[in-house]
């Protein structure tokens, strides 16, 4: 559709119907983002029309799905506008779209800026991105990192190519006869760094690729819904097969690997054909798919490894096995087998959510005995909890699964003789005794153990069955304890529990009678990224600290975490409730602790002198702890510097790698918040600020 703009007056485009207009200003819209100027002029002659009575209320304008495209010519006459003068219609040359524009979230869904990658070249993106950590035990870390791989944004340009050679004819002479000839160039042999030049992924791929390897499969669904389908590649498709094997969708991913086959030779999509032959209970034909892939020059132990437990064999297990793709742990689960214990342990994300998500894996042998077979299915759920747990704490599992399997802990009472339970446990049936007790002596929970996943599953289903407020708040403040004192060694972390309890907390209301509990469940919402409903509980233990000691000692040991949260708290803090709050800690821990404060609210912007560094002064000068590399230090400090986000953003998830906030030195973390700040991330700053406080049990 194009506007004519007819200066000489034979026609007025402004005398055309309401509807014609409003449907004109809505396709341009769509089609190009426009400029200040322009919308001012598209308001001016609605507002005129709509005075004359030929137009509507005016309409919200439409949102733009792609941001706006830099032009790729150097041609002014290209980008040429034609405006009609009545009536501010502005018809722009559409320039061609990419996919790696593509995203879920814009500025005004929670996304980052539309020119995030200004300044940063492509080749630096497909440098660092691959690099993130997979296992991210921070909440705002892996916002952040979601954030900047679902957001629109005009994608990262390659940076221009210097010349950096000289004509050594033209300076030495001498030199002539040994230099290359076209003809020399055109016979060499292919540069090896380019022979994999076709399997290179765009940014958008690079995007989908590190959500999956981070186990965040909703995001990587989401991004995927929006690709088009002439634009889907072969990385895609297969990302997308992988996630139908996450999602348990084998049927879907069979179908897809069967018609990818007729035009395909990726051996992807045969061993994910051998997989579904084996699923079917076709062996015969299995086996001559896994032939045909040995034949095409496939070595991957590891795939036929699995096949053959498939098949129902007993092979020996790979050495040096370190890790299983989508496609193999989709085959273990299907074979009912269980999950390698060191790969168990290594935590994977996908991995343990897919543990985590499918039925008690375990072998036993007809012979065994039964007590083989109990312990070996006791074994198999704990092992699932524990990984739920992890799968939670990496943002891979969604918090909701690990509480229907907590509830459902205990449920396997059928399968197993309740002496052999009860033997087993060390302990009568709790859950029929806790059922039977008062409301007040359930209270009594100073030798209520929580050190195990089993143990938090019958917490929380105490802290679940009771009723009243205050005997609520005793079972999850339990909780909430243990993972401060333990600080994530042998289990959850508080930004964990606060995922897990979150739920429970918020159907509690802030009150006097409660004021006691107002410091852990802060915590824990805050933590689990329930800002509003944590800063209500912050709000309460102040409202009552003139009147309360209860409330006081909240108020003072929660004071840092209040103060990091607030935008507005960059001036010179109170020398008496810093005072206050050293008092709330333990003498054993002030050092540290205090460290840890004083560092982050200085590069948060407040005013810290030498006098509240002073008592920690006589420490060691140098103390020992591990620092990015000097290319990421500089590079972010160089990123910051030039408001350069999303390459910011890359290189503070780098140096805070799989530590997280609570795990690095104050020195990185400092470091990190202040180059944050710079690019005008404020509160993802104070968030890290925040978790690590809450980590390391403040």
């Not at 917490?459 to 993972?483: H, M, W």
């Not at 003498?587 to 560092?599: F, M, Q, S, V, W």
Request: hydrophobic residues 45%.
């Amino acid at each position: 559709m194009s506007v004519s703009d007819s200066t000489d007056g034979r026609r007025n485009p402004m005398r055309a119907p309401a509807i014609t207009r409003l449907l004109i200003c809505a396709g341009l819209a769509l089609a190009s983002p426009a400029s200040a100027q322009d919308e001012e002029a598209i308001g001016g002659s609605i507002q005129g029309a709509a005075q004359s009575g030929e137009l509507a209320p005016a309409l919200p304008p439409p949102i733009s799905l792609f941001p706006e495209q830099q032009s790729s010519t150097s041609d002014p006459d290209a980008v040429m506008m034609e405006t009609v003068p009545e009536g501010g219609i502005a018809v722009r040359q559409l320039e061609a779209l990419s996919t790696d524009s593509l995203g879920v979230l814009d500025t005004f869904t929670g996304g980052l800026p539309v020119d995030m990658w200004n300044g940063t070249s492509s080749e630096l993106v497909e440098i660092l991105m691959p690099k993130l950590a997979e296992q991210m035990p921070s909440v705002a870390m892996r916002d952040l990192a979601e954030r900047l791989l679902l957001s629109v944004a005009r994608p990262p340009q390659s940076r221009p190519q210097e010349d950096i050679f000289v004509d050594m004819t033209a300076i030495v002479p001498s030199a002539i006869g040994f230099t290359e000839t076209d003809a020399d160039i055109q016979g060499a042999p292919a540069d090896p760094l380019n022979e994999d030049e076709a399997t290179d992924l765009g940014i958008l791929e690079r995007r989908v690729a590190t959500l999956a390897s981070m186990g965040n499969w909703r995001a990587v669904r989401a991004l995927l819904d929006l690709v088009p389908l002439n634009a889907m590649t072969e990385p895609l498709e297969i990302t997308r097969t992988d996630l139908d094997l996450v999602e348990g969708n084998v049927d879907a991913a069979c179908t897809e690997a069967q018609a990818r086959l007729a035009f395909s030779d990726n051996p992807y999509w045969q061993k994910v054909f051998a997989f579904c032959q084996l699923r079917n209970g076709n062996t015969a034909a299995a086996y001559l798919t896994m032939d045909l892939l040995r034949e095409s020059g496939t070595d991957e132990s590891a795939f036929f490894w699995v096949a053959e437990l498939m098949a129902g064999n007993r092979p020996i297990t790979p050495s040096g096995l370190d890790r299983l793709s989508v496609l193999q742990l989709a085959m273990l689960r299907g074979a009912g087998r269980p999950f390698p214990v060191a790969l168990v342990q290594a935590g994977d994300p996908t991995l343990l959510r897919m543990l985590a998500e499918s039925p008690p894996l375990f072998v036993v042998e007809e012979d065994d005995p039964e007590e083989v077979r109990i312990e070996r299915l006791r074994r198999a759920l704990d092992l699932r909890l524990e990984a739920a747990e992890r799968a939670v704490a990496l943002g891979s599992l969604d918090p909701e699964v690990l509480r229907q399997l907590y509830r459902a802990e205990g449920t396997y009472q059928e399968l197993i003789p309740a002496e052999d339970l009860i033997a087993a446990d060390g302990d009568t049936a709790r859950d029929d005794a806790v059922e039977q007790l008062p409301e007040d002596e359930i209270l009594d929970l100073s030798n209520l153990p929580v050190s195990t996943p089993v143990d938090r599953a019958e917490l929380f289903k105490l802290a679940e069955a009771q009723t009243i407020p205050i005997a609520r708040a005793e079972v999850i403040s339990r909780a909430i304890d243990f993972a401060r004192n333990d600080r994530g060694r042998s289990g959850p972390t508080v930004l964990t529990m606060g995922a897990i309890f979150g739920p429970l907390i918020e159907t509690l209301t802030p009150s006097s009678d409660l004021v006691w509990f107002a410091g852990n469940a802060a915590r824990a919402l805050i933590g689990s990224n329930r800002m509003e409903s944590g800063r209500a509980w912050l709000d309460l233990s102040e409202q009552y600290a003139r009147t309360s000691i209860e409330a006081a000692d909240v108020a003072a040991a929660m004071w840092p975490t209040d103060r990091q949260l607030r935008p507005t708290m960059t001036n010179r803090f109170t020398p008496l409730r810093f005072k206050r709050w050293e008092e709330s800690r333990s003498p054993g821990r002030l050092p540290g602790d205090k460290t840890l404060i004083l560092a982050t609210l200085s590069a948060l912007g407040e005013s810290v002198t030498m006098d509240d560094w002073f008592s920690v002064m006589d420490r060691r000068a140098l103390v020992s702890a591990s620092v990015p590399a000097p290319h990421i230090w500089h590079g972010l400090v160089l990123a910051s510097e030039n408001g350069r986000v999303g390459e910011a953003i890359l290189l503070a998830l780098l140096a805070l790698d799989e530590s997280g906030p609570a795990g690095v030195s104050p020195l990185v973390l400092s470091h990190v918040i202040q180059s944050l700040m710079g690019v005008g991330l404020e509160t993802e700053a104070r968030r890290l600020a925040v978790e690590a406080a809450l980590v390391q049990g403040l």
